[in-house]
């Protein structure tokens, strides 16, 4: 089985983090917070096959929807992901359309490259005549990640791919790519708005990272809708660090 994402584009504001600390009980602990959605992080955290999938099978027992991102975009991570029953992909560094419709079909059955089994989580353990697993497999979620001069570049048309429900702005890489070395920069922050102004058009939802609620709200009012805001280990930092604020004496 696959726990599915709120419907972005019709669910107003959804909220998540990134998980970067490989224990299936982060992903349950996270979800009797309300979060609506988590993203494992396997580009830039130490996780494997085997802890990915206790991660997914974790967060079918709390109902909380899992992305990945996935470290990069080939048939292989792909189908083994889906797989294991994740919601949907982050998937970084999609610099061109053409790049966007190969990882599109490696997500499909169906006029797609994907593979078929039916003995994976998605399809319920085989417990699904075929027809009904893959038409559980057309319910993944993809959101490209615009992070690169190039990506915002052809942002326009990485849009119009058919089934890329999101565009995901990078805002660290994105600096890089530009030779700086600040994602506060105000060029990057235009890039950033050019590719949510883009998405917006093109009907797609518009994700990105922030560090806080207070940056959150401020790209809320510019119709970004998806975010994921810091990750389990920042909120674990600040909330010990909380802790070790002095009491103000009377």
């Known amino acids: 089985m ?18 970067k600390t490989p224990s299936p009980h982060v992903v349950e602990i996270l979800g009797l917070s309300g ?6 992080d396997m580009e830039h955290a130490p996780f494997d096959r085997l802890t990915l999938d206790g991660m997914i099978f974790a967060s079918c027992a709390v109902q909380l929807p899992l992305l990945v991102r996935i470290p990069e975009p080939t048939p292989v991570a792909i189908l083994s992901t889906l797989d294991m029953g994740a919601a949907g992909l982050l998937v970084p560094h999609v610099d061109t359309a053409e790049q966007a419709k190969a990882i599109y079909a490696a997500t499909r059955h169906r006029n797609g490259s994907r593979g078929f089994s039916g003995s994976p989580r998605f399809a319920s353990y ?13 319910h993944s979620f993809l959101m490209c990640q615009i992070e690169s001069v190039q990506a915002v570049e052809n942002a326009a048309d990485i849009a119009t791919v058919d089934g890329v429900d ?16 600040s994602p506060q920069d105000e060029q990057v922050t235009r890039a950033a708005q050019r590719v949510i102004e883009i998405g917006l058009a093109a009907g797609k939802v518009v994700g990105m990272f922030v560090a806080n609620t207070t940056e959150r709200d401020k790209f809320a009012a ?13 909120l674990l930092r600040n909330a010990a660090k909380a802790l070790t604020v002095p009491v103000a004496k009377a």
């Not at 510019?222 to 920042?234: A, E």
């Open 2 to 19: 696959t726990i599915p994402l709120p419907r972005m584009k019709t669910a107003g504001l959804v909220n998540g983090t990134f998980i």
């Open 35 to 40: 979060l609506d959605f988590a993203v494992v």
């Open 126 to 138: 085989g417990t699904m005549d075929m027809k009904h697993s893959m038409d559980a497999g057309e």
């Open 166 to 181: 999101g565009l995901f702005i990078g805002y660290a890489d994105l600096a890089l790519s530009m030779g700086l070395e």
């Open 222 to 234: 510019l119709g970004v809708t998806c975010f994921v805001i810091g990750s389990d280990q920042s």
